[in-house]
């Protein structure tokens, strides 16, 4: 059985005697907790608290960045939609999508106050390398086909995650992130609007009743993996992949590893950013002075940016037009240029200028992550001059890393509280040594 | 717009008009109470009260059968599970599931003490008639890839049922049922297991988590049904279907009607059940007497049936051959037949002596309900001899319905309590005229 090798190797995963690995695992953590904190002071997440005062309930768990204890599904929904609200948490390419938003989400919520931070860190490289398999094994068809993979399998990893971080039996295990993969959901017709990071919430949320309703004694059916019927066969098209497979040789979380984003919006124009980001730098071009822009990918490579004319800034996250056009003319992309409220009709006038080409004719980075992906923007000055800069690896992505101080940086600006923000670095830093529990009184305390 | 379509015939609808439509939801409710109240003392329901119970919660609904208040998502989860939990529910041909199960499940929860009795019923009938519409657009493609039918489509019906219920305006319905299709989930890979219930009770709570997040300000793409990457897109092939076409010029709670079962198994079983009741009835034959059954369907009539040799009285509930088997020997066809435990392994020597067959050259009856249903039950007795019986209409579809007096005795049988059960009846034939809060009334005084 597929689902039953799958689960013995959860079951007797020992990720965390790699040093890098745990090195990755606490930069993930800290990156979630930036991503976290950017979006504390929205006003979905405000709404969702509403509701949860409301609905009441007995405290288990904390909300990130509050000091209110509520009920476990409670803390996984709220968590999970204010991680992902900005679309400035991390990004997997095995798993085209986000993991730690929906996995750290629901290990937070599940996890106690005394729960062992080394194991806690180890549930999550675990959950990541889950999420990650199973991206590689229904990628492409499953994204293309319209689902939204950071809540089908997001919510399949977090339930394995959370099984792990509880030292379930590999049969429940099983049982677990079953339950979870008949509840996989989450559709990118919503992609633009508060359902997207919702959606992220709510498959922590569904992570962590499976694994609640099956300590409570139900029982799902252990072999979800299974040809006939199962999960692969309804959700993709490539239903004999073994997902367990040289389990442990080595751990997606480092190889390729996550991509720490610089900049609220999708990643797919992260490459194009940076390269305008260097234009600007470099020639300070004031906005007259520019007749056109072309901006050139591979073909597809710019499939995510679903918007040429952006209404809002909402939408602007997935435009590389608008994105571009900010950074060429010295705007910092920064929060505000990415709400929901209309773009300043400035903006649209100078998009008009700018043209997308996509070039089967260039040839890739081999370094480049996402695989042969690389984005190419050229200026054209009013006196003729071109000015072209190419991106392969852009800040933030795996090959080209944010370190440790630009981390920290992050976090700072996001916490706004540099005690706050210290503490709970040098917590991260320590949960090998600790218990969860050290989040929860950082939270209390200030 | 497709679904602004769907949405405005929704705003607009006004069901009970018709009297036949009113009885056909009075009936449905009745068939509701019994089916949840027959699995009132399963193991399960009381595991899931103890867990709402730890978890907590201000209470505005409460759960079908008992006197506690809980949240609105516990009530649901509740009422759904144990609705289906037996098999015991309604059943509709076009939905090819379950609808009351989750839409009153839903309903019931988001529903007041003091919501319209005339507004519910309405609301009832609309969800019907949302479910068995999605049931013709997405059947059989959907059910035979894997999905289960009651949970996927369920989950919308009945959040476009709260939606009207709560009369939101045409675009929050399409909102909220928006928000329900992007967390349609359950896969049949689950029969057999508690899970299937369990489907019914997380599509009613989503349901009404999505009424509830649509009405306290988040909002979804209304378009769902667009027909790139929408519903029907990502979860059938019949993607241009308009599901709003001639709405309400019949409602499906009445042509072709629910089914209201006599027994708790599969619907499938239930034409070969009446011929082996029957066959006992006449001729009363005794196990020794009898040398062979053969038993005949259509092509793919048998095909729900996917147990020949059950090892569970639960598996027995799909196995047309232990059913028969029963009936021929004069076992009532009650609840202690289909429960979690071994059959007793006289029944498997006996089972060896049953055969199925499919035989396309005989000429279904025009009345049958599912269309082209029927089963042929041939005894072959030790004298050689061969007895014979078939049922097109089995007791408790549509064309051979369960009347007023035999659907009181089912309520009365699973509530076991004559003056409690004839309470229910009255407060369900007089709903039109009171509120919802008469159900807890009832509840809350016993």
Known sequence: MKTERLAEAIYHSNPL?????????????????????QAKNEKEPALIVEMILEEGGNGKSWLIGKSIQVTRAQAALFNGLQAHLLDYDDVHSDVRGHPSAVILAALFAAGDPDTSGERFLAAYVVGVEIMARFGEAMNPYHYTKGWHNTATLGVIAA??????????????????????????????????????????????????????????????????????????????ENIVYDVAVNWGDSWRI??????????????????????????????????????????????????????????TGEEGRFSIEYIVWLALTGKPLTFSFFESKPIPSVWRESVQKITRENDAS???????????????????????????????????????????????????????????????????????RTTLGVFQEIEQNI
Not at 264 to 270: I, R, V
Request: with cysteine; aromatic share 8%; proline share 6%.
């Open 17 to 37: 005697v790699n040093t890098e690995v745990k090195e990755a695992a606490i930069a993930g953590i800290i990156d979630f907790i930036a991503a976290s904190y």
């Open 159 to 236: 339930a394995g995650a959370i099984a792990y971080l509880r030292e379930y039996s590999p049969r429940l295990i099983a049982e677990t992130m079953s339950l979870a993969a008949t509840q996989a959901c989450g559709l990118r017709i919503q992609f633009g609007t508060v359902v997207k990071p919702l959606h992220v919430g709510i498959a922590a949320q569904n992570a962590v009743k499976s694994a609640d309703w099956i300590r409570a004694g139900l029982h799902s059916n252990p072999d979800f993996l299974n040809e006939k019927l199962g999960f692969f066969e309804v959700y993709t």
């Open 254 to 311: 480092v190889k390729p590893g996550l991509w720490f984003k610089q900049y609220p919006f999708c990643s797919a124009a992260a490459h194009g950013a940076d390269a305008a980001v260097f234009l600007h730098e470099k020639y300070k071009l004031s906005e007259e002075a520019i007749q056109a822009i072309n901006i050139r990918f591979p073909p597809n490579g710019d499939a995510a940016l679903i918007y040429k004319n952006p209404a």
């Open 362 to 432: 260039i040839k890739p980075s081999e370094a480049a992550i996402p695989a042969g992906r690389f984005t190419i923007v050229d200026v054209t000055t009013n006196s003729g001059e071109v000015l072209s800069k190419r991106i392969d690896t852009p800040k933030g992505s795996p090959r080209n890393p944010l370190n440790k101080a630009e981390l920290r940086e992050k976090l700072l600006r996001a916490v706004g509280d540099e005690a706050k923000a210290e503490m709970l670095i040098a917590a991260t830093h320590n949960l090998y």
